[in-house]
Structures are given as structure tokens and as C-alpha cells.
């Protein structure tokens, strides 16, 4: 089987890929989703607050899926459900698996990841106890109650402040359970003010800052949790300990992308992002492999996944289009890097000579700072500076670069500090 | 009450919104904090009257592991959230629907209605 375009994941990102890339000319795409219908995650989402910056209104998540799904099936865009990608190789040919065809293999021209990403599980973050159940990420709660129609528990905790954990907080209160407390380990909330408002004081659940969870008990099902506060080192502070009664713990404790088929094919991948290294074309380091969404970097907004996918599937139709000659060996590659403040800079590398326009590149801070600049440096001269009242690492940020101004750089990297 | 503060939550930004009893303004409250026109209505809508819009599911006749999303198409008064919850745990519908589709209309007297968020053949 033979592909132009294969689009990894049928999810928000996946979907705007796949969509750009028809805009763009490109006939024979196949999108292949391992879950029975398209939409991904948003299917789970359905409260609102998705759209307002591409649509200038509050969908909930399916509706918001439903833009799009639309636009794949008016484009006659093909799609294969409860199917699996198994592997990439580095010529792109994908082993691929499902219970209707069997095990079979696509060779791509091109291929765009967008699987998204996975929850952090107990396991990750090592709380010691047994292991009884009613311990749920929240991503799972989400699923089983607004998917499935199963009803998790009766009286929870919810260890982490993301989003998810703080909208699970709400949709667990709505359907009658009680939320004894969300606890975050952290001095700072996770997720965006707004839901700290209508998740949680809305319905009088505490937020325990600097708290986190030290002991699971019960032995078939969980009967409860020890709570305590940490320190500036976030060490446990003896003394603090509380035991909290409870048959559901829901852990909202940070997402990984999820990138086993990209180190199948053998792209590089950042540490710090857990996501593949790209240009400024999304393009990673096979080329005519491109990435797009959580896969890449994990997003706070569905709106921002959209337009980065848009890009990853204009860029990909551009790949397609040209022939093997015409794709020159990209010249001047300028890496950035994360300097004094920030957890991580995307892209990491821009080819100056084939930017198209401006650099627009995004970045995370690693601590909440109040009267900031952003400097931007290449070989210790200055090359902007932006000042910004108060940044959040739980807030992605973006900053666009001059062409012409990245043009006259004569060193090859660029710096990114918060000072 | 002079002085109280509130973070909007009409769009991600959550601007600090500081609000004061004001008897000479038109709404009674003067705002300030706020970056756009919403974020005042927002103040003095929850100083008055405070609305959220509702979203939940609603379980689908003959079918065992597939819930429909619902939503209220307009915000409804908070302290109504689970009078409408109740009547969604008694509700079940019939397929096929269509995201939009009419469920219930005007839910609980709130004056909005219940709609489809999602199409399920």
C-alpha cells in the first residue's frame, strides 16, 4: 500500500495535518486513529472553553472535534479507525495492524506525527502504599465517566492541580461525588486561573498548595491517603501528615509525549520537550517526517495544537511536491537554545535561508517570575528584548523574530534567558 | 462589602477583576482589572446573578458503553447546577441525534435549553 501523506493519530492535530495538506493539493492522504472514531482526546472533553481564540467561541471539546471531522470527510480525506501503527522505519514505511486487514505495511512520501501525548502514572512519581484500585490518572476518570458511563468513585482526591485534574475536580462534584481536596506539590497552581475559579471555588473544594500525597491505603480497593506539606525542596515537613479517607485517588501529575514510534524510526529527540527535534518547519531529523501537537511539546490550548498542525501539513504537501533534486540541503541552520529561566525553546533549529516569513518560536519558563525581559542573544549581542509583566510555566509563550533581522546573524545559535 | 476581587473566567487570561459597591454607577458596582468589555459584564453578572454554562452527559437508550455529551446553550444560575444535574441522571435518549439537537428545552425554568454536543448515528 502506497501513501503520499500518512497521518499518525486522528486526534485535533491530526486532523488540521491532514486538512492543510489537502488545502495544499495533496490527494492521497490516510489518516490512521487507533481509538473507534475520530476526534482523540477532545472526545473525552466536554466541557467548554475550546475555540476561543481560533473561533471566538466556547465549544466543548466534541464540538470542537466536529469542525474538523467535517472538513475530513467533505474532503474525502482517507481514514482508517481502531487501527495501529506498530512501527516507523527511517524510509518510511510503516508496519501497521488491525482486526479488519490484519498486519500489513504503507510506504509513505511523507509522514506526520501526531499521537499526542500520555498521562504521568503512579508509577512516575513513586508514591509508596499498596496498590489497591481507585487510583485513576485523571485522563482515565475522563474517559470512563463522560465516554463510557462508568462512575469512578464515591470520595476523591485529586493529587496535581493541571487542567484535567481541576476539570475532573468539577465533573466528579457535578455527578455526586465528593472532592475532599486537590493537593499540588508545588507553591503555585498548575492549570489556568480560570478553572481554579469555576472547578474548584465554585463548588468549595480546598486547594492545598505545597501538599502532596505520602501513603496509599487499602488492600482490594483504596480506603484512603496520607496527606502532607513539603518544603521549599519540596521535602515532606514531619508533623504535617493527615490521613484523608477516600475510595478514588485521580493523579493529574504531567504529560509526556508519546514518541515510541518516533525513536522507532530513529528521530532525535529533545530531553526537554520529550518530543522530537524540529526546524522551523516542524520537519524532524528524517526528513519528510514532520510533527505537530502534544507529540511535539504538550500544548495548553487545543487552538494552538490546530495552528501548529496546519503548518506541519502545509510544510509536508511542500515536501511532496518537490523532487528529489529540489530538495536542497537546507544551509545556515541557526540552533536555539534554552538559556537562564527556560525550560525549553521550539523549534531548536531554524534554516535561515528557507524561513518563509518570520520565526514565531515558543517557550516555557521553569519558575513564575513578575517583571521579567525576555532577552533574545546570539554570541552575547542582544538581538531582541521583550519585557513581560508576570510568566507562568504553566503558560506557553511565543515570541516572533524578524527574517531580516535573523538574516544578518552571523553566529550559528541563538540564545533564549529571562532576566 | 467595599472592595472585593474575583478572577474572571471568560477567557483564559483570568484578569484580577477588583470590584466596588458604587450606588452612583448604572450597575451599582464600579470594575476595574479588567482588559476587555466582558470581563465587566462578568463582574457585575456575578455580583448580581452568577451563571455558568452547564455541561454534562446523558446515557443513550440500548446502548451500554457510550454516553452523549450535553451542554446548556446559554449559562444557567450557578445555584441551579444540580437541580439540572438531577433531571440529566433520569434522562435517556434515542439515537440517532445530532450535535445541536433540542433535548430539553427551557431545563428547570432556566430559560436555556438542553442540547447535543456531538452527532451519534
Redesign the interface.
Known amino acids: 500500500m502506497n501513501y503520499d501523506l500518512v497521518v499518525i493519530g486522528g486526534g485535533p492535530a491530526g486532523l488540521a495535518a491532514a486538512i492543510s495538506a489537502r488545502r495544499k493539493g495533496i490527494k492521497d492522504i490516510l489518516i490512521i486513529e487507533r481509538d473507534r472514531e475520530l476526534g482523540g482526546i477532545l472526545?473525552q472533553c466536554?466541557?467548554?472553553?475550546f475555540g476561543?481564540h481560533l473561533f471566538k467561541k466556547?465549544l466543548?471539546?466534541?464540538?470542537y472535534a466536529?469542525c474538523f471531522i467535517d472538513e475530513v470527510r467533505e474532503l474525502n480525506i482517507d481514514y482508517k479507525l481502531n487501527t495501529f501503527v506498530l512501527d516507523i522505519d527511517d524510509k518510511k514505511e510503516l508496519s501497521v495492524i488491525n482486526s479488519r486487514d490484519g498486519f500489513f505495511k504503507i510506504q509513505a512520501k511523507a509522514i506526520i506525527l501526531a499521537m499526542g501525548c500520555r498521562e504521568r502514572p503512579r508509577g512516575a512519581i513513586n508514591i509508596p502504599g499498596s496498590r489497591p484500585s481507585g487510583i485513576f490518572t485523571a485522563g482515565t476518570a475522563q474517559r470512563l465517566?463522560?465516554?463510557?458511563?462508568y462512575m469512578v468513585g464515591k470520595k476523591a482526591v485529586i493529587l496535581g492541580s493541571g487542567d484535567i485534574g481541576l476539570i475532573m475536580a468539577r465533573r466528579l462534584t457535578?455527578?455526586?461525588a465528593k472532592v475532599e481536596a486537590v493537593a499540588e506539590i508545588m507553591p503555585y497552581p498548575n492549570g489556568?486561573?480560570?478553572n481554579?475559579?469555576?472547578c474548584l471555588e465554585?463548588f468549595n473544594i480546598p486547594l492545598l498548595l505545597e501538599h502532596t500525597v505520602i501513603e496509599i491505603k487499602g488492600k482490594d480497593r483504596l480506603e484512603g491517603v496520607i496527606l502532607a506539606k513539603v518544603d521549599e525542596n519540596r521535602s515532606v515537613i514531619r508533623g504535617t501528615e493527615k490521613y484523608i479517607e477516600c475510595d478514588t485517588l485521580i493523579l493529574s501529575v504531567g504529560l509526556i509525549p508519546e514518541n515510541e514510534l518516533s525513536k522507532s524510526a530513529g528521530i532525535e529527540i529533545d530531553p526537554l520537550t520529550f518530543g522530537p527535534i524540529v526546524d522551523e518547519s516542524l520537519e524532524t531529523s528524517i526528513k519528510g517526517i514532520f510533527a505537530c501537537g502534544n507529540v511535539l511539546h504538550v500544548h495548553?490550548?487545543v487552538d494552538n495544537v490546530t495552528l501548529e498542525a496546519y503548518k506541519a501539513g502545509e510544510k509536508a504537501a511542500e515536501y511532496i511536491k518537490k523532487t528529489s533534486k529540489e530538495r536542497v540541503l537546507k544551509t545556515k541552520k541557526v540552533k536555539l537554545y534554552p538559556g537562564n529561566g527556560i525550560r525549553y525553546v521550539l523549534p531548536q533549529y531554524v534554516n535561515i535561508d528557507d524561513l518563509d516569513n518570520n520565526l514565531k518560536l515558543f517557550f516555557r519558563v521553569n519558575d513564575i517570575y513578575k517583571d521579567i525581559e525576555i532577552l533574545i542573544e546570539s554570541n552575547g549581542r542582544l538581538i531582541k528584548k521583550i519585557k513581560k509583566n508576570q510568566v507562568f510555566p504553566s503558560q506557553m509563550e511565543s515570541i516572533t523574530l524578524d527574517k531580516k533581522l535573523l538574516t544578518e546573524l552571523d553566529q550559528e545559535e541563538i540564545l533564549i534567558n529571562v532576566k | 462589602m467595599d472592595k472585593i476581587e474575583?478572577?474572571?473566567?471568560?477567557?483564559?487570561i483570568?484578569c484580577n477583576l477588583i470590584i466596588e459597591k458604587d450606588p452612583e454607577s448604572k450597575d451599582g458596582y464600579r470594575v476595574s482589572g479588567n482588559k476587555c468589555n466582558r470581563g465587566l459584564q462578568y463582574a457585575i453578572e456575578e455580583m448580581n446573578n452568577p451563571t455558568?454554562?452547564?455541561?454534562?452527559?446523558v446515557?443513550i437508550r440500548g446502548v451500554?458503553?457510550?454516553?452523549l455529551?450535553v451542554?446548556t446553550d446559554r449559562a444557567i444560575p450557578?445555584d441551579k447546577?444540580?437541580q439540572v444535574?438531577d433531571v440529566l441522571k433520569e434522562l435517556e435518549v434515542e439515537l440517532p441525534i445530532k450535535?445541536g439537537d433540542l433535548i430539553i428545552e427551557n431545563i428547570s425554568n432556566t430559560n436555556a435549553n438542553l442540547i447535543a454536543?456531538?452527532?451519534i448515528a
Open positions: 472526545n466536554i466541557h467548554n472553553g476561543l466556547e466543548t471539546g466534541p464540538e466536529k465517566i463522560n465516554m463510557e458511563g457535578l455527578e455526586g489556568l486561573n480560570r481554579i475559579v469555576q465554585d495548553d490550548l | 474575583k478572577t474572571c473566567i471568560i477567557c483564559p483570568g455558568r454554562i452547564l455541561t454534562s452527559t446515557k451500554s458503553n457510550k454516553m455529551p451542554r450557578k447546577l444540580f444535574m450535535a454536543s456531538k452527532s
